[in-house]
């Protein structure tokens, strides 16, 4: 099959091209070696054929300046990458040819079949340039194709010339022969890698340290090399960009015909005066994002109801129409709930990431990050910073993984760190069981919620200290690297809903697979700690609870029977293992239990205590097990034992503590080992444990 | 010399030059290039980033990058 590599700018319509030709045949992959998204995906070019298309990430040349951008020189200058194209097709913003012309010589240059994708021509036509495609093909030598990429026109002549290309491809001419601006080092290089040609041979000594697919002799080699013929790499590459822009302006010279157009305020002009106003900016931004969560909540409810319901039913089924015996307990108990705390956040995931890309794709996030960029610095962060927090109120797994766009590793290490203590949605269980029980649902200053207000507290407290860590990092971490701001602000316009569609599907999936494969894991894990005990008293529980309350009714006897076994498990003497550590938080064995087994995923909690307190099988209905949690007695006291001091100081925990393997995962696989995970996992802890201990001491 | 930061709003200059090597790699590539009239539009608040208007798209810069580039 076929392979064709989609480049282009940032916004030059590259993705949604990507969406027109592949529809929903799209997967996520990674490069091989590095953790950078690969998305790739079939399209049929007619006459039954396919081809394999790869979209890269967008840059502004081959010259990277983060993570994401250097995958596309160490694809397309190594032609034994297995995901090497046979054919590039470089995606232009018409209105803006110039600028976006620089990575298309640079990539015609590296020899492989390139084909122009003229974007965004009724852009172009407003602002005053016309552009003639043939002549623009003729002075450029090179196949062009006038697109939309929007409205999916133009594709037809595209799949028609990628088709061709490969074949149409004779003799290698370049745009502009930069080797020529080294010719005694090209030719060094050149002598032991022959079939390389010239340009890749010159991109071997510029990006040296960039390339990922030269071993370290090779590396040690063209260093020398470098020394030998004095290799000035930056005044080079200078020259090279300089060259490169007057050759481009030339060659458009040809084919561009400009009109004047009468100079008037645009949309865009008129809408960057108030969403970049001083004071109305940031007033629009904190509306937009309450508007989000306030529709997050409400939209996802009914979904997630159904969700639980379905998986509660079916966890039901399996238990009466399997054979009774160990797999049926592993799969009602252990497994289908298991998945089912992953699917239950689905929609509000789903959701959020609808309005994330909507406000991409309509150019306000750009907005945003302007805005935010100099408050993010004073705390270490970054304007690129503002996406993966506001996503990690929904879940920190895709969070996490969107901060590859942020190219100081610095700020994007900063930013992985501080994400998690963002209130996600997992955590809205847990608050929502312990503020019904210990804030009194009544009104403040007649219009303000107290459960409500005391929410938003939480939310608040968690930002307060990403905040908060995120500046004591920025003073703790030393570093050299310099970091780039350098954005275009596009223009505004109405977002393709098939985009979104597709962003949306793709983080949903992304979600489903990172987190559920551990959270699948785990639970079967704490499964096993929940009905498996040591000793004989495990076993002899039910004779225990019939000769002790013998007048129980059946489901009760059934309760109070999973009561006392869950007690004698391995996970309830783990519980009281741990009880005099957590014994000044306020916690006792019970909860204990429950902080072990949401260790896996914070959620967990609410199903844990309901079993604890041998809620059985009515568990999701928050009524029961708040009146069997509200009639807990304190032993010690011999009041009740959730009293406002605990239920502070169990949220305050929550809020803090990491409890969340699938974040622990993310974010080894995002630094490439385990010692910012681990840092995290004590710091968060920590944090946890000594907010806690403060707010049960001063409350109780 | 002036700089692209001391524009006042609204007002264009033409790019002569960067005084930092590393800086005008990256600027040029947005097509900043000498020679180029750049027209400063807004800035956001607290001395954020700013935004030039340039070959007719928007480029924002922080203020660094901004004084980074010398004007006739």
């Given at each position: 099959m076929l392979k064709v590599a989609l480049v282009g700018n940032p916004n030059s319509g590259k993705s949604s091209l990507f969406n027109q030709l592949t529809g929903l045949n799209q997967k996520v992959g990674n490069f091989p070696g590095v953790t950078v998204d690969m998305k790739s995906g079939i399209a049929s070019i007619g006459n039954d054929t396919n081809i394999e298309l790869l979209d890269l990430p967008g840059t502004y040349s081959i010259y990277p300046r983060s993570l994401d951008e250097r995958v596309v020189i160490n694809l397309l200058s190594n032609g034994e990458h297995a995901e090497y194209p046979d054919v590039v097709v470089v995606v232009v913003d018409a209105s803006n040819l110039e600028r976006n012309m620089l990575l298309f010589t640079e990539i015609k240059d590296l020899g492989i079949p390139t084909i122009l994708a003229l974007n965004m021509m009724d852009?172009?036509?407003?602002?005053?340039?016309?552009?003639?495609?043939?002549?623009?093909?003729?002075?450029?030598?090179?196949?062009?194709?006038?697109?939309?990429?929007?409205?999916?026109?133009?594709?037809?002549?595209?799949?028609?010339?990628?088709?061709?290309?490969?074949?149409?491809?004779?003799?290698?001419?370049?745009?502009?022969?930069?080797?020529?601006?080294?010719?005694?080092?090209?030719?060094?290089?050149?002598?032991?890698?022959?079939?390389?040609?010239?340009?890749?041979?010159?991109?071997?000594?510029?990006?040296?340290?960039?390339?990922?697919?030269?071993?370290?002799?090779?590396?040690?080699?063209?260093?020398?090399?470098?020394?030998?013929?004095?290799?000035?790499?930056?005044?080079?590459?200078?020259?090279?960009?300089?060259?490169?822009?007057?050759l481009i302006k030339k060659r458009l010279d040809e084919a561009l015909v400009i009109k004047p157009v009468k100079a008037g305020r645009s949309l865009t002009d008129r809408l960057d005066k108030i969403f970049t106003h001083k004071i109305y900016g940031y007033a629009i931004f904190l509306s937009i994002l309450f508007l989000i969560f306030q529709t997050i909540f409400a939209w996802a409810e009914p979904f997630m109801d159904l969700i639980d319901l379905g998986f509660s039913e079916m966890s039901g089924w399996v238990h009466k129409t399997l054979p009774e015996g160990i797999l049926n307990d592993l799969i009602a108990e252990g497994i289908i709930p298991g998945l089912g705390g992953v699917v239950i956040f689905i929609p509000q995931i789903a959701l959020l990431f609808a309005f994330i890309a909507i406000l991409e794709e309509s150019g306000y996030m750009a907005r945003v990050v302007f805005l935010m960029d100099r408050i993010m610095i004073k705390f270490g962060l970054n304007g690129k910073s503002v996406v993966p927090l506001i996503s990690g109120m929904a879940c920190a797994i895709p969070a996490i993984m969107a901060t590859r766009t942020i190219d100081s590793w610095k700020d994007r290490l900063i930013t992985i760190f501080v994400t998690p203590f963002m209130s996600c949605s997992a955590r809205l269980p847990v608050y929502a069981i312990l503020i019904a029980l210990v804030v009194p649902d009544k009104n403040f200053l007649g219009v303000f919620n107290l459960q409500g207000l005391t929410l938003m507290a939480m939310y608040l407290l968690g930002?307060?200290?990403?905040?908060?860590?995120?500046?004591?990092?920025?003073?703790?971490?030393?570093?050299?690297?310099?970091?780039?701001?350098?954005?275009?602000?596009?223009?505004?316009?109405?977002?393709?809903?098939?985009?979104?569609?597709?962003?949306?599907?793709?983080?949903?999936?992304?979600?489903?697979?990172?987190?559920?494969?551990?959270?699948?894991?785990?639970?079967?894990?704490?499964?096993?700690?929940?009905?498996?005990?040591?000793?004989?008293?495990?076993?002899?529980?039910?004779?225990?609870?019939?000769?002790?309350?013998?007048?129980?009714?059946?489901?009760?006897?059934?309760?109070?029977?999973?009561?006392?076994?869950?007690?004698?498990?391995?996970?309830?003497?783990?519980g009281k293992l741990i009880e005099p550590a957590i014994k000044p938080l306020g916690y006792d064995w019970k909860i204990g239990i429950a902080l072990i087994t949401s260790f896996a995923a914070r959620e967990v909690f609410v199903g844990t205590i309901a079993t604890i307190y041998s809620v059985g099988s009515d568990f999701e209905d928050e009524g029961t097990i708040k009146s069997r949690l509200r009639d807990e007695i304190n032993h010690d006291t011999g009041g009740p034992m959730y009293t406002p001091a605990l239920g502070f100081s169990l949220m305050v925990f929550y809020v803090f503590a990491m409890q969340c393997m699938s974040t622990v995962a993310v974010v080894y696989r995002e630094t490439k080992g385990w010692k910012w995970p681990i840092l995290q996992l004590i710091y968060m802890s920590a944090v946890a444990y000594l907010s806690a201990f403060i707010v049960y001491q001063w409350l109780s | 010399m002036k700089t692209a930061a001391q524009l006042k709003p609204g007002e264009k200059g033409t790019v002569a030059g960067f005084s930092d090597s590393d800086m005008s790699l990256k600027l040029m590539e947005m097509g900043v290039l000498p020679g180029q009239e750049i027209q400063f539009k807004f800035a956001a608040p607290f001395n954020g980033p700013r935004c030039f208007k340039l070959r007719g798209y928007s480029l924002s810069l922080r203020l660094n990058e901004a004084e980074a580039i010398s004007l006739n």
């Open positions: 852009v172009a036509g407003k602002s005053g340039f016309e552009i003639d495609a043939k002549a623009l093909s003729q002075s450029l030598d090179s196949s062009v194709v006038v697109i939309n990429a929007r409205e999916g026109s133009g594709l037809d002549d595209l799949k028609h010339a990628i088709t061709e290309a490969p074949e149409k491809q004779g003799e290698f001419k370049s745009f502009y022969a930069a080797e020529e601006l080294s010719q005694e080092l090209v030719r060094a290089i050149l002598e032991k890698y022959p079939h390389k040609n010239g340009y890749r041979a010159y991109q071997m000594a510029q990006q040296l340290n960039e390339l990922n697919f030269l071993s370290p002799d090779e590396k040690e080699w063209v260093a020398g090399i470098k020394a030998q013929y004095d290799f000035q790499d930056k005044k080079l590459q200078e020259k090279e960009t300089l060259d490169r822009f007057a930002f307060v200290m990403a905040i908060l860590s995120a500046y004591v990092m920025k003073k703790l971490l030393k570093t050299s690297e310099r970091s780039y701001f350098m954005m275009e602000l596009p223009i505004y316009r109405s977002p393709r809903w098939g985009n979104v569609g597709i962003t949306v599907l793709e983080k949903s999936k992304t979600f489903v697979f990172e987190a559920g494969k551990i959270i699948l894991a785990i639970s079967i894990v704490l499964w096993v700690l929940a009905s498996y005990g040591p000793g004989e008293e495990f076993d002899r529980a039910e004779a225990q609870v019939r000769t002790a309350q013998p007048n129980l009714d059946e489901s009760a006897m059934d309760n109070a029977i999973a009561a006392y076994q869950l007690e004698q498990s391995y996970a309830g003497h783990l | -």
